[in-house]
C-alpha cells in the first residue's frame, strides 16, 4: 500500500469512529475527512453500516435514505426472525439459544444464529425443515436454513466450530442462557453479555482471523451497558474456563488500542481488568499499514490463538478429526479450495 493510500485509509477509519463516536465519550465532535459514499462503503465492509446511518441521523445528518429505510426494515425483519424461529423450537421443546444475533446495538443482518443444546441435532433440523424453511447448505456441524419470508439465513449449530473444529465448548455455556425481550415484540433466549461477546470474539480471532470495526462497537456497547465492570469480569472467568485467555487478551489489545489511539484513553472497566493491555502488537501493526479494517491478524497470531484447542477436550478431538478427514482427497481439496479463499478475501 502506498503512502496515499495509508492516508485516506487512516482517514477513513478516523471519520467513521469519529461518525460513531464511544459510548465512553458521548459528547466528542464529529469530524468527517473523507466523502460520505467512501465512509458508507468502508462502514458496509465493517459490518456496521446501520450503526453508522443511525449515528448520522442523529446528528442531522439524513443521507442514503434508501438504504437506511431497507436497513432499518432488514433489522426488524431479523428480529421477527428470531421470534418466529424461538416460537418453532420452544413448542418442539429443543434446548436452544441464539448467540452473535442480538447486538447491543442496532445492526441489519444476512443471519441468525442458532445453538442447540442437549436435544436431537437431527431433530432439530427435521422441525426447522418441515416448518417451511428451506435448507441450503450442511456441513460437519451446522446447517443454513433460508426463510422464504425475509430471506434471510438461519445458522443452525450443532457446535460452535468451523468445518470439524471445535473453538467454544458449548457445555460451558448452557448456564449462560438469558431471556431478552427483541425490538418490535417477543421476548427470545439468548447469551449472558459476556458469553454472547465472548462468542463474537472468538468467530472473530479463531474463525474469521480479522478485527472488524463492528465486534470493537460491540465490545464497547456490551461493556458500556455494565460500566461497573460485571461483564468484563465474567468474560475473563469464561475466557479462562475455556482456555481461550489469549484470544480475549489480542482482542481487548486491539480495542483498548484502538480507542486510546481516537480518544485518548481506556475505559476504565478494560483498564482494571486488562491493565496491561495499554498495548497492543496487532495494533502497532496495523497502524503501520495505515490502520485500515477490517485488519487480518498475524499469522503468529492465529496459529497461537488456535494452540488453544489443545487445551481443550472438545478441541483435541476436533483436531483429530479434521486430521482423518484430510485423508479424503475430496475433502482435501473443497477444504484447500476454502482456504485460499478465506486467506484472500479482505472482508467477510
Known amino acids: 500500500m502506498d503512502a496515499k493510500s495509508v492516508r485516506s485509509t487512516e482517514r477513513l477509519t478516523r471519520s467513521l469512529l469519529s461518525v460513531v463516536g464511544s459510548p465512553f465519550e458521548p459528547q466528542r465532535d464529529m469530524r468527517i475527512d473523507e466523502d460520505l459514499s467512501s465512509l458508507y462503503r468502508y462502514a458496509i465492509n465493517n459490518r456496521m453500516a446501520l450503526l453508522t446511518l443511525d449515528a448520522l441521523n442523529k446528528r442531522g445528518i439524513n443521507v442514503f435514505r434508501d438504504d437506511y429505510e431497507k436497513l432499518g426494515n432488514n433489522y426488524l425483519q431479523a428480529m421477527d426472525l428470531m421470534v418466529r424461529v424461538s416460537d418453532l423450537l420452544e413448542e418442539a421443546g429443543i434446548d436452544f439459544v441464539f448467540f452473535k444475533s442480538l447486538r447491543p446495538y442496532r445492526e441489519a443482518t444476512v443471519d441468525i444464529d442458532v445453538l442447540v443444546f442437549g436435544s436431537s441435532y437431527r431433530d432439530v433440523l427435521k422441525a426447522v425443515g418441515e416448518a417451511g424453511y428451506f435448507l441450503l447448505e450442511r456441513g460437519p456441524l451446522s446447517a443454513t436454513f433460508r426463510d422464504p419470508v425475509s430471506k434471510l439465513g438461519i445458522d443452525i449449530h450443532e457446535e460452535i466450530a468451523v468445518s470439524h473444529l471445535i473453538y467454544l465448548d458449548k457445555e460451558k455455556l448452557d448456564k449462560q442462557v438469558v431471556r431478552r425481550e427483541v425490538p418490535g415484540g417477543g421476548i427470545v433466549r439468548t447469551l449472558s453479555p459476556a458469553a454472547d461477546l465472548l462468542a463474537i470474539i472468538c468467530h472473530s480471532v479463531l474463525k474469521e482471523q480479522m478485527y472488524v470495526l463492528s465486534e470493537y462497537y460491540s465490545t464497547l456497547f456490551y461493556l458500556y451497558a455494565n460500566?461497573?465492570?460485571?461483564?468484563?469480569?465474567?468474560?475473563?472467568?469464561?475466557?479462562?474456563?475455556?482456555?481461550?485467555?489469549?484470544?480475549?487478551?489480542?482482542?481487548?489489545?486491539?480495542?483498548?488500542?484502538?480507542h486510546k489511539e481516537f480518544h485518548g484513553f481506556?475505559?476504565?472497566?478494560?483498564?482494571?481488568?486488562?491493565?496491561?493491555?495499554?498495548?497492543?502488537?496487532?495494533?502497532?501493526?496495523?497502524?503501520?499499514?495505515?490502520?485500515?479494517?477490517?485488519?487480518?491478524?498475524?499469522?503468529?497470531?492465529?496459529?497461537?490463538?488456535?494452540?488453544?484447542?489443545?487445551?481443550?477436550?472438545?478441541?483435541?478431538?476436533?483436531?483429530?478429526?479434521?486430521?482423518?478427514?484430510?485423508?479424503?482427497?475430496?475433502?482435501?481439496?473443497?477444504?484447500?479450495?476454502?482456504?485460499?479463499?478465506?486467506?484472500?478475501?479482505?472482508?467477510?
Not at 465492570?229 to 489469549?246: I, K, T
Not at 478441541?315 to 484447500?336: E, H, N, W, Y
Open 227 to 258: 460500566k461497573d465492570g460485571a461483564v468484563l469480569r465474567s468474560l475473563a472467568s469464561l475466557a479462562e474456563e475455556c482456555n481461550l485467555d489469549f484470544v480475549i487478551e489480542t482482542h481487548l489489545g486491539m480495542t483498548a488500542s484502538l
Open 266 to 348: 481506556i475505559p476504565n472497566c478494560i483498564q482494571q481488568t486488562y491493565g496491561r493491555q495499554d498495548g497492543s502488537w496487532e495494533f502497532s501493526r496495523v497502524s503501520r499499514l495505515g490502520l485500515g479494517f477490517p485488519a487480518k491478524y498475524h499469522p503468529l497470531t492465529v496459529v497461537k490463538a488456535l494452540s488453544s484447542l489443545l487445551k481443550e477436550r472438545k478441541g483435541k478431538r476436533g483436531i483429530a478429526v479434521q486430521t482423518s478427514k484430510m485423508l479424503d482427497p475430496r475433502f482435501c481439496l473443497r477444504l484447500s479450495t476454502h482456504l485460499i479463499q478465506h486467506m484472500m478475501r479482505q472482508a467477510y
